[in-house]
């Protein structure tokens, strides 16, 4: 099934960046489209981007395009997320998953453990 | 974006019971319809994806059904380790959005 490890959350002022990693183990991470997903603290679940297998196509919610980036490095198995001009909105438990298909049915599995990204002054 | 709206928003079974989480979505998405299960201080683990598919691994008490607009996550027989949060979540378009979540409490 696989394993994800998210790293580089933590505590930034308001306009500061951040750059949040994940690495896979387990299954075939080049192969794979991969995802962010967040939860606020109390709050439900917020898909926040998408990458491509080859990292040539991205998607984002609305609330960060302009703001965040998604990247990949399929030598190291990684996925990334930078966070720039980051708002107190945007505190949350950042977490990576892979992006499981099957025709056109999408759905998350497995996911990392979190990192937690608090923007606060 | 479509919203998605799951009741209730809290309930309180106890062990043994038959529970019944419902999803509605905005709009007309088909089957593309994922629920997720989380515990406090975890990730979330899929249960169901493609609106009844049960993902490898998950107790066949769980179940998922409907389609368009309306679906229905059903636990046959509540047991201890059930007792969670549970989220739909659509994948029809982009932005993918989840229900607001469903806390399943003990009684």
């Known amino acids: 099934e696989g394993q994800l490890v998210e790293s580089g959350g933590g505590l930034v002022q308001p306009g500061g960046s951040l750059r949040l990693s994940c690495v896979a183990t387990g299954f075939s991470f080049s192969s794979s489209w991969m995802s962010w997903v967040r939860q606020a603290p109390g709050k439900g679940l917020e898909w926040v981007a998408n990458?491509?297998?080859?990292?040539?196509?991205?998607d984002y919610v609305d609330s960060v395009k302009g703001r965040f980036t998604v990247s990949r490095d399929n030598a190291k198995k990684s996925l990334y997320l930078q966070m720039n001009s980051l708002r107190v909105e945007d505190t949350a438990v950042y977490y990576c998953?892979?992006?499981?298909?099957?025709?056109?049915?999408?759905?998350?599995?497995?996911w990392g453990q979190g990192t937690l990204v608090t923007v606060s002054s | 974006d479509m919203q998605m709206t799951q009741s209730p928003s809290s309930l309180s079974a106890s062990v043994g019971d038959r529970v019944t989480i419902t999803c509605r979505a905005s709009q007309d998405i088909s089957s593309y319809l994922n629920w997720y299960q989380q515990k406090p201080g975890k990730a979330p683990k899929v249960l169901i994806y493609a609106t009844s598919s049960l993902h490898s691994g998950v107790p066949s008490r769980f179940s998922g059904s409907g389609s368009g607009t309306d679906f229905t996550l059903t636990i046959s027989s509540l047991q201890p380790e059930d007792f969670a949060t549970y989220y739909c979540?659509?994948?029809?378009?982009?932005?993918?959005?989840f229900g607001q979540g469903t806390k399943v409490e003990f009684k």
């Open positions: 990458i491509k297998e080859d990292g040539t196509e991205k």
């Open positions: 998953a892979r992006r499981n298909r099957w025709y056109r049915y999408n759905w998350f599995d497995p």
């Open positions: 979540q659509q994948n029809y378009g982009t932005p993918w959005t």
